[in-house]
């Protein structure tokens, strides 16, 4: 029999153990590291479990993030965790949505709307009720490698140009490392900055990176990367790992030496790391539609196109909104 849970009667340990064992193929956002990381960075959570048999079956952690005085709305990232059947799944996700209702009423703040981003092909039918957003957290298209294929294998299903690349960084004695010292840290820090700067997009401050950094390293749930020619690290990305995946989170790349295509040989050194480690796949973390040549991220999704992989197309982001006025306001201040 399904019984409901709260954060409170479930420990956080019991939670993360049921993501790893039973659904692997949930990504990092539902996991209470993260969620305590981002408590860090000014939200709040509560959580919901249900269980069967004294086993967790499913359930959320859902995010609480204030945008005004008196306001705030609801997001649940990566989820809900919903079991493979079809009907305990439209019984938990129905009893998540009561749970998660009553904590609304019964809290201080105007709730403006629930927001959730799973990673699911399609929309089930018991999903009623929501609207697709007009803005989204997590991305929607990604593209993942097959890790339990052989180094061969992997190598053989990249596309020629990726397969050459990585080929001319090894002619060229290109090397990956992995550090993540203090040291590392700052070298990733400056290839990620200068990035930003010369792509003009948004970036995350060093507390960020370095709050991050503790949540991450300490405890194996990820690893610095860099690409050395010559003594001089060229490229960089931070992998992060949770559940079957490997995840490539943030990167860097400054623009010196690009004959030497060191960025082809740190992805595939991060690849073989994490199939070593036993990890499934490996996650290139958001690219372009495959139908939008015009997209801001046409250019990097051209990269990690190169290696092959698969693509998946999640559903939209969703919202259920609560209060149509509080919601509104939300999405004005969205659009300033």
């Avoid at 849970?5 to 956002?29: C, M, N, V, Y």
């Avoid at 960084?169 to 990733?188: E, W, Y």
């Avoid at 969703?318 to 004005?332: G, I, K, T, W």
Wanted: glycine residues 6%; aromatic residues 14%; proline residues 4%.
């Amino acid at each position: 029999m399904m019984e409901q849970e709260t954060e409170t009667t479930r420990s956080t340990t019991d939670w993360d153990q049921f993501l790893a064992d039973q659904r692997p193929d949930i990504g990092h956002k539902q996991y209470s590291w993260w969620i305590d990381f981002l408590k860090l960075r000014g939200w709040n959570s509560f959580g919901f479990a249900a269980s069967d048999d004294d086993k967790i079956c499913g359930g959320a952690n859902v995010l609480m993030k204030s945008f005004a005085p008196d306001k705030c709305f609801y997001y649940v990232p990566h989820g809900p965790v919903l079991p493979k059947t079809q009907a305990d799944a439209a019984d938990l996700f129905e009893a998540m949505m009561e749970y998660i209702d009553d904590h609304r009423k019964s809290s201080s703040y105007v709730v403006s709307h629930l927001r959730i981003e799973p990673r699911w092909l399609d929309q089930p039918e018991y999903v009623k009720g929501f609207q697709r957003s007009i803005h989204w957290h997590e991305p929607r298209n990604t593209l993942c490698v097959d890790l339990t294929m052989s180094e061969d294998a992997i190598l053989k299903q990249m596309k020629t140009k990726g397969r050459y690349n990585i080929r001319v960084a090894r002619r060229h004695n290109v090397s990956v490392v992995q550090d993540n010292s203090a040291a590392g840290l700052a070298d990733f820090l400056r290839l990620y900055e200068e990035t930003v700067t010369r792509q003009d997009i948004s970036r995350h401050s060093k507390e960020y990176f370095d709050e991050l950094a503790a949540t991450l390293f300490p405890y194996r749930r990820g690893e610095l990367f860099f690409a050395e020619y010559q003594g001089t690290r060229l490229a960089t990305a931070l992998i992060l790992y949770a559940g079957d995946t490997a995840t490539y989170k943030y990167g860097g790349t400054q623009l010196s030496h690009r004959n030497v295509m060191a960025p082809y040989l740190l992805h595939f050194e991060a690849m073989l790391r994490a199939k070593a480690l036993g990890y499934k796949w490996y996650d290139f973390y958001g690219v372009s539609p495959a139908n939008a040549p015009n997209d801001e991220w046409a250019n990097f999704s051209s990269f990690k196109r190169k290696f092959g992989g698969c693509e998946l197309s999640f559903i939209p982001s969703l919202d259920f909104v609560f209060d149509p006025d509080a919601y509104e306001e939300y999405r004005s201040l969205k659009k300033s």
